[in-house]
């Protein structure tokens, strides 16, 4: 795909993801533009003025995905859209159930219509393993997303407009992950966990947008796009991160999973594995792309699920300090 003829809208452009996501997108493939869609106008002015991010392909626009009007005018001449708006933070969704679900549901339905209308040609949705099985309203309203996505290219109809997902785990580093959290309690000597038994995904911030990346590249529309990705021991990330340290057990959290699922035994019927990921085909594909993965890997066995806990991959102590030493030493520089 030649990016340099195309017009990049990303949501949520200032958060972690977007601002690693649009740099990449600069450096290496040359955009005619790109538009970054947030809510927050001290993030913008940070961004563009000591981000490194003022650069002539940038457009900075002031925008909520609440706000249908708003979005429908930022997507005229759009090719591809980028929908990593969310509000994610566990405890606050719980406290705040219609605002998760203003954001999270109904802003991703305006981010749908809004490329309708507007004739974008991909629109690529982040999502997120909570969304499978959810146990809180994070996750539930995550899914509600995922289904709005791979749902809406029926309304698309004969329009060009495909949409797809991408699902993966924790980000190592991202805002509200637990490695800032240890870095800050690695002087005190203590760090908490709240089960000894959990484990997570996780990737890093550069490979998920190198996945995303490859995700639009390919999709047809309808997918869900899945990574194979490392899982690790919380407390072997603990005793990488701060060996010395006392590790504190805190209990478990409401709404907090002991291992987390990327692909579910449901959704397994549909899954088509390949050497670096697995591709989710909706249960209506043949409306769409009439199965177009089912030649490029192989069908999953009945009964699969991709979890924390029984992934294939594993990272021990060496091999977590290893994966998060960059990312620790880019956290303390932006410390200082």
């Not at 017009?7 to 005619?32: C, H, Q, W």
């Not at 392909?57 to 005229?76: C, H, N, P, Q, S």
């Not at 050497?275 to 792309?289: I, N």
């Amino acid at each position: 795909m030649d990016w340099s003829k195309k017009v990049v809208l990303v949501t949520g452009g200032t958060g972690s993801f977007g601002k690693k996501f649009i740099r990449v997108l600069l450096d290496e493939y040359n955009p005619a533009k790109v538009i970054v869609y947030s809510r927050d106008e001290l993030k913008q002015h940070e961004m563009r003025a000591t981000g490194g991010f003022d650069d002539p392909r940038i457009r900075y626009f002031i925008g909520d995905v609440r706000d249908k009007e708003r979005l429908t005018r930022a997507m005229y001449g759009v090719d591809i859209a980028v929908h990593s708006a969310a509000l994610k933070q566990v405890p606050a969704c719980e406290y705040n159930p219609m605002e998760a679900i203003k954001t999270n549901i109904l802003g991703s339905a305006n981010v749908i219509d809004a490329a309708i209308e507007n004739g974008v040609e991909k629109v690529l949705a982040l999502s997120t393993d909570k969304a499978v099985n959810p146990v809180n309203l994070y996750g539930a309203t995550k899914l509600a997303a995922e289904k709005l996505m791979v749902q809406s290219n029926a309304y698309a109809g004969g329009r060009k407009t495909r949409i797809a997902c991408t699902r993966y785990g924790n980000v190592v580093g991202s805002r509200g992950s637990v490695v800032p959290l240890f870095i800050k309690q690695r002087p005190s000597g203590v760090l908490t966990i709240t089960d000894e038994r959990m484990t997570r995904f996780w990737m890093s911030l550069e490979q998920g947008v190198r996945f995303v990346i490859n995700a639009i590249e390919q999709m047809q529309g309808g997918e869900v796009f899945v990574p194979k990705i490392p899982s690790m021991k919380m407390t072997d990330l603990a005793k990488a991160m701060a060996p010395e340290a006392q590790i504190k057990i805190i209990g478990i959290r409401p709404g907090e999973k002991l291992h987390e699922s990327l692909i579910s035994e449901d959704e397994a019927r549909t899954t088509i594995e390949l050497e670096d990921m697995f591709v989710v085909q909706p249960a209506g594909a043949d409306l769409w792309f009439g199965r177009a993965w089912q030649d490029k890997g192989v069908s999953v066995p009945d009964g699969f699920t991709y979890t924390s806990e029984n992934n294939k991959q594993w990272l021990d102590v060496d091999g977590i300090m290893a994966f998060i030493q960059p990312i620790i030493e880019e956290l303390d520089r932006a410390e200082k």
